[in-house]
């Protein structure tokens, strides 16, 4: 096989039954505050009000992060229940 040719893979199909994987606390920062940042700077393209957000998350202090970290706690031990449930259900 030539350097120039390229190799077709396939990615296995996703399981639609499968959970949906745990968010992040910066995830729950972003989609709460995603609108305000987009309200805030009007015409912004969506990369700028990611660059904005990631801004934004840097700049708060450890104690203003604890709600979004909660949250996240949670949200993981929702998807490892869900996954230990999924894998008992089909054997994987």
Do not use: C
Request: overall charge positive; aromatic content about 8%.
């Amino acid at each position: 096989m030539s350097t120039t040719e390229k190799r077709k893979t396939t990615r296995k199909k996703k399981d639609p039954d499968a959970p949906k994987r745990s968010l992040s606390a910066y995830m729950f920062f972003a989609n709460e505050t995603r609108d305000i940042v987009r309200a805030e700077n009007p015409g912004v393209s969506f990369g700028q009000v990611g660059k904005l957000l990631g801004e934004r998350w840097k700049k708060l202090t450890a104690d203003e992060k604890v709600p979004y970290e909660t949250k996240a706690d949670a949200d993981k031990k929702r998807y490892e229940k869900e996954k230990a449930e999924y894998v008992k259900r089909n054997g994987n």
